[in-house]
């Protein structure tokens, strides 16, 4: 067997000792004679794989008691609706922070139920940099504040969390989840799909503070309802149980490691590594302001953009793969998430500079 170095943006690499105990788990969870596949999500068993699921999550990231913790189906991008529809609370407008292609996605999706204002917008700086929140205009009437705590695409992330100008604070955190500690009573609502670093796509977590549901907008599926997921444990029906099961051997692994403070300290190691070599060359270059820049989704560009080819088809055989940039914007992007090692961005260091001694 022959594993490479997956840099992904997601569907992305897991630990490989998840997927190993996943394997020896497949036909038999603990004595049961079943795959969790196979399970009820209404058996005993289940049920303790899904409360461990979120006591675990709620361990990691010190989750205060007024928060629900909801596992859902719909993708991230389900949330971009399911948002509004929940958090509207009779209130017409929403605003939000417009940093990248997935907060420009948010907006979209929101406009189907809200006016939608601005507090900023990275747009005529190419996405490279975040005004001060202090420039921020944040109308206080609004139902929330929305934010993309990480751009996957854009590389861009934000290294503190904005004030909430007196609102709730909403955060997609897909592609950050985990990476580092972070103050969860800060926030009105978060939410993220699990491909990135908690598992397997196919289910998304939404933490929101309770006082903040049981108002959804006329015509909201119940499935979408935050209040009636909350209230049936995120079983209103039958959930992506093996998913849920896959993102808690994950919570398993985080915490093996050391949670999220020391998750920190080594996705600090890799991308402090990698810009360093991007910023040394002249060959590789990074547009994102420093301050911003995703520990994530490291984009780089090539000084002969006509090498891209060459340098993705090199990489793979060297073992490093899905290293092209989002067909969006084209480019080269490494996603070094929890689950790549350090020895993965060693090896890609190492390969970026061969490249460039070979064809600079
Ligand atoms: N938000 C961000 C920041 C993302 O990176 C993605 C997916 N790459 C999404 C939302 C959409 O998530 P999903 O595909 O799980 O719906």
């Not at 036909?27 to 004679?33: E, I, K, N, S, V």
């Amino acid at each position: 067997m022959s594993r490479v170095y997956n840099f992904s943006a997601g569907p992305s690499t897991l630990p490989e000792s998840v997927l190993l105990r996943a394997q020896a788990e497949l036909l038999d969870w603990r004595g049961t004679g079943m795959s969790v596949m196979e399970m009820s999500h209404r058996s005993k068993e289940y049920v303790s794989i899904a409360e461990k699921t979120e006591a675990d999550l709620r361990e990691l990231l010190a989750v205060p008691a007024n928060y629900k913790v909801l596992f859902v189906q719909s993708g991230a991008f389900g949330q971009f609706a399911g948002v509004p529809m929940n958090l509207l609370r009779g209130k017409t407008s929403a605003v939000y922070a417009n940093t990248g292609i997935w907060s420009g996605k948010a907006i979209a999706e929101a406009k189907l139920y809200a006016e939608v204002k601005i507090a900023t917008s990275s747009k005529d700086n190419g996405f490279t940099t975040i005004a001060p929140r202090a420039e921020w205009v944040v109308d206080a009437e609004a139902a929330y504040l929305h934010y993309t705590s990480n751009e996957t695409i854009n590389g861009l992330e934000f290294q503190d969390i904005p004030d909430d100008g007196g609102l709730p604070l909403v955060c997609d955190m897909s592609s950050d989840i985990l990476s580092r500690p972070i103050d969860v009573s800060r926030f009105g609502l978060i939410y993220a799909g699990a491909q990135k670093n908690m598992g397997p796509s196919g289910i998304a977590v939404v933490i929101v503070r309770e006082d903040l549901i049981g108002q959804t907008v006329k015509g909201t599926p119940s499935v979408f309802d935050y209040k009636q997921q909350a209230d049936n444990g995120s079983m209103l029906n039958t959930p992506a149980t093996y998913n849920w099961y896959l993102l808690g051997l994950t919570l398993e692994w985080v915490k093996e490691q050391g949670g999220l403070a020391a998750m920190e300290v080594h996705n600090k190691a890799k991308a402090e590594k990698l810009y360093a070599a991007i910023d040394a060359s002249p060959f590789y270059s990074n547009p994102v302001d420093p301050a911003y820049r995703s520990r994530m989704n490291v984009p780089f560009r090539l000084a002969k953009p006509e090498l891209e080819k060459t340098f993705s088809t090199e990489a793979k055989a060297a073992g490093l793969v899905t290293l092209d940039g989002h067909r969006s914007v084209g480019g080269m992007r490494a996603s070094i998430y929890n689950a790549m090692p350090q020895a993965g961005v060693d090896a890609l260091i190492a390969f970026m500079a061969e490249f460039e001694r070979k064809y600079a």
